[in-house]
Nanobody, 121 residues
Framework: QVQLVESGGGWVQAGGSLRLSCAAS????????MGWLRQAPGKEREFVAG????????VYADSVKGRFTISRDNAKNTVYLQMNSLKPEDTGLYYC??????????????WGQGTQVTVSS
């Protein structure tokens, strides 16, 4: 069982930055690929970024490439999402997800509760 707790969300003006964190419980964090997803009001949840269990491989949605960076610290059981040049369309509830695979495939095993990000124009 893995528990995920997100933090770092908030309100920011367009062009600003935020750094999200996701702290995971358990001693097997380094065996899980991790990802970030988001859901805007009235829209379906969408993939944002993923990172392999070792951190050597990352993947991004086209809409965030060049602006967002996913990283992880396996010693701290934490995955991060650095978000720069934020746009109003980045607004949403951001979720952390884990899957018991080396690479992130979208077949999530665990979810966090989410942290709200609001970007004003």
């Amino acid at each position: 069982q893995v528990q995920l707790v997100e933090s770092g969300g908030g309100w920011v003006q367009a062009g600003g930055s935020l750094r999200l964190s996701c702290a995971a419980s358990g001693r097997t964090f380094s065996t899980y690929a991790m990802g970030w997803l988001r859901q805007a009001p009235g829209k379906e949840r969408e993939f944002v970024a993923g990172i392999s269990s070792s951190g050597s491989s990352t993947v991004y949605a086209d809409s965030v490439k060049g602006r967002f960076t996913i990283s992880r610290d396996n010693a701290k059981n934490t995955v991060y999402l650095q978000m720069n040049s934020l746009k109003p369309e980045d607004t949403g509830l951001y979720y952390c997800a884990a899957e018991s695979r080396k690479y992130f495939t979208g077949n999530y095993d665990y979810w966090g509760q989410g942290t709200q990000v609001t970007v004003s124009s």
